[in-house]
């Protein structure tokens, strides 16, 4: 064999050492590093999610309080008992400051088609309806504010839902001549009735105010049903 056979010799195993070890050695380190840069990606796409979840959720815990305290505004509307001693409470809080006479309140249906369609859309949207009858004295003008401020007990303005009271749809308003009164050496002045078929509205049954939530936290909140109260048939109010 001479020289030069004897180096081809050498160079060809020193070539298949290093094919060698390239095989047993750097190749599976190489797919060993590909496969540790996909778990990396994949580990900091996923911190990145949890991430922004956090930051959601942090978003969420700030913004809870002001969203509690919306549903129970909320629940001053449309409360999740009949709570018919409020309403005539509200009702005599108005009227007094219209210097209005609240002189009755009735419960039940008129029976007229404007009130049967509001208890269509009522059961529709899931809420009991409780149909009143109002009867206040005062003058026109007395009685007219009145009227727009038990419209706007619940309403919605450029500034969001304002809650003040009870929400009411009123289906009709009538007015008629009250008794004329005098005193002595006065003239006689002329009132007015106005009589309101009204509808207020309470939360379904299977359904609690807060579902169980508290002010501090939500957490194990479960739907309560509330327990009915139950309203007088007719009640006068005394100014």
Known sequence: MTGRDRMVLIGVVVLAAIAAGWMLVVSPEREKANTLAAEVS???????????QLSSARAAQAQYSAAYSAVVSL???????????????ELSQASSARSVDFSSIVTGSSGSP???????????????????????????FQLEHL?????????????????SGRLLTIQSVKLSPAATTSTLGKPATQELSGTITASAYVLPASQGLTAGATAASPIGAAAATPGAATAPAIARVTP
Do not use: W
């Open 75 to 89: 629940g001053k509307a449309v409360p999740a008992g009949q709570e018919v001693p409020s309403l005539i409470y």
């Open 114 to 140: 404007s009130a049967a369609a509001g208890t269509g859309a009522v059961a529709s949207a899931g809420f009991s309806q409780m149909p009143f009858t109002f009867v206040f004295n005062g003058g026109f």
């Open 42 to 52: 994949t580990a900091q796409a996923a911190l990145s999610t949890a991430e922004g």
């Open 147 to 163: 009227f727009q401020q038990l419209t706007a007990f619940a309403t919605h303005t450029s500034s969001g839902l304002q809650v």
